[in-house]
Structures are given as structure tokens and as C-alpha cells.
């Protein structure tokens, strides 16, 4: 079983970049496709974007395409979420999902989830 923990989140203004990172315990990361999703105040958590197993292959939401970028290393254990030209709208809380085999974009699809990182842009 998968334990899943984010950091990097914080306050920035509008226009900049921050990354978040997920750190996971086990011997079976490599096993595992990673996701993003956020849930802003007032709303349902919506995907961000995911990663296969050997990180070949990565997927985004619409409305993130171009600004965000994920990445992981499995030999650390670790997917990186690296956030630029941040907006007021990308406010939300964070988090990392895993599970076995495919990357899907429903989260009910993930089984492993990280506590969330709070991601506050201001304009």
C-alpha cells in the first residue's frame, strides 16, 4: 500500500510558477500512474493531469495545457507538478493520486491519496 504526501504549496501572485512535490513510500512506485487533481473552494475536485508508470507518456486538462508540466523520478519515489503563469483560478487544493497500471482521469479510478497541498494565487 502506497502513502502519498505533497508539498510546495503556498501563496504566490499571479503570473508565477511553483511546483508540488508528492513523495511516496513503498517499493512499488514504479508500479504505479501517478495523477493531479485540485479541488477549489465551492467545487468538485477536477483532474489536472497524470503520468504513466515509466513517465513516457503525460496527460493534461485543458485548462492547465501549456502551463503545467508533471514529471517523476521513480528511482526518488517522487512526482513533481511544476506550475507556471499561474492564475487567480488555479487557487485550490492539491493532491497526488496513484494506482496501478493505466492513468486514467476519473478519480474514483485512483486508490492512493495524498493529504493536499493548498495553492493560493492572488491577482
Known amino acids: 500500500q502506497a502513502r502519498l504526501v505533497e508539498s510546495g504549496g503556498g501563496l504566490v501572485q499571479a503570473g508565477d510558477s511553483l511546483r508540488l512535490s508528492c513523495a511516496a513510500s513503498?517499493?512499488?512506485?514504479?508500479?504505479?500512474?501517478m495523477a493531479w487533481f485540485r479541488q477549489a473552494p465551492g467545487k468538485e475536485r477536477e483532474y489536472v493531469g497524470g503520468?504513466?508508470?515509466?513517465?513516457?507518456?503525460?496527460y493534461y486538462a485543458d485548462s492547465v495545457k501549456g502551463r503545467f508540466t508533471i514529471s517523476r523520478d521513480n528511482a526518488k519515489n517522487t512526482v513533481w507538478l511544476q506550475m507556471n503563469s499561474l492564475k487567480p483560478e488555479d487557487t485550490a487544493v492539491y493532491y497526488c493520486?496513484?494506482?496501478?497500471?493505466?492513468?486514467?482521469?476519473?478519480?474514483?479510478?485512483?486508490?492512493?491519496w495524498g493529504q493536499g497541498t493548498q495553492v493560493t494565487v492572488s491577482s
Open positions: 513503498g517499493r512499488t512506485f514504479s508500479s504505479y500512474a
Open positions: 493520486a496513484g494506482r496501478r497500471g493505466i492513468a486514467p482521469t476519473e478519480e474514483y479510478e485512483y486508490d492512493y
Open positions: 503520468i504513466t508508470l515509466t513517465g513516457r507518456s503525460t
